[in-house]
């Protein structure tokens, strides 16, 4: 048997309610850190930066020496496995994402599954660099993105408005769309174990997008997919837990913790905390939610926004994050402000 995992993120994801709840941030690794921007202006490419281990493993610290947060986040990016499976993909100074599209059956066979693992090798090597260097309190998080938002970039070629290609795809053609889905699932569970195998504690599974499909094709889209994938690791790495992130899935939350058998939940924003500590928090730790514009403004906005959350959320297992990822135009100091807010031990007050 395992013994009692020590690190607060490890405990609060075994349901266990802290008196402190831990915490960490998506996306906390980024442009609103003058250190990122330094070593960001670099790299000629985003991509290149992901898979470069020295670089990639100083980003992954970065966050955690100046604010300790209970997690470490690697930094990488979802979209690395469309391009470790052979599709082209360049980030844009303030596009985003460019993917050459794929559309059909012919796309997919030009995807070359075999190649994800030795492709982001460099990806473990930056873990083993990472966990070397972490405190004892801070766990190394892993991520992928789910299978239904990666397919989106895959299809839409980048980022979309209305989703209407890959929609259009997944509605009309079932069996060609599952496909593509498929490859993704066994894509994602390889890349996952070699994280684990690599040194990290807890992974996390972004479906951003999971929130724009309605229920019959979130369930075979989102929840199916997730549950492979949970099923798969929980079957070789049953210690390690799993946080579902499905953004925007409103009343499907539900539906998708009973489902796909995560450990922890990840809410966006827009979840009501009434429903969170009713509805969710018996089924699984619950992770969230605060509004990422609230650390922008900072000040009393903040504080109190903040005591709500860990009130109503902190008498259960609870892991304190945003809502949505950290924006670019976050004053560090609000951050710092943050931290220090959670460490006064506000569960209780
Ligand atoms: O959380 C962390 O700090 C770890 C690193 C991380 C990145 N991307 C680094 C990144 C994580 C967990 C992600 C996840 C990710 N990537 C998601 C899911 C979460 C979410 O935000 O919804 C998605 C959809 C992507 C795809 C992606 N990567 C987009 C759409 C963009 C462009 C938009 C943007 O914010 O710039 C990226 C680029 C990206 N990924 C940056 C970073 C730090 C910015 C790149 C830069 O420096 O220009």
Redesign the pocket.
Known sequence: MASEPAKPLLRALARETLTQPPWWL??????YLPEYRAV?SQAHD?VELCLSPALAAELTLQPVRRYRMDGA???????LVPHALGQRLT?R?GE??ILEPIANHTGIGRLDPRQVIPRLEPVFETIGRVAGSLGAQTALIG?A?APW?VAT?MVEGG?SRDFRQVKGWAYRDVEGFDALIGILVESTIEFLAGQIEAGVEVVQL?D?WAGVLPEPAFGRLVIEPTRAIVTALKQRFPGHPIIGFP?GAGLLYERYIKETGVDGIGLDPMVPIGFARERLQPLTTVQGNLDPILLIIGGSPLEAAVRELCRSLGGGPFVFNLG??VLPETPPENVEALARLLAESIATT
Do not use: K, N, V
């Open positions: 998506m996306r906390q690794a980024g442009r960001r985003f986040i690697l930094f990488s990016d979802i979209l980030f100074e985003g994402p991520f993105g938002t970039y980022s972004f951003t953004r949505h990822g």
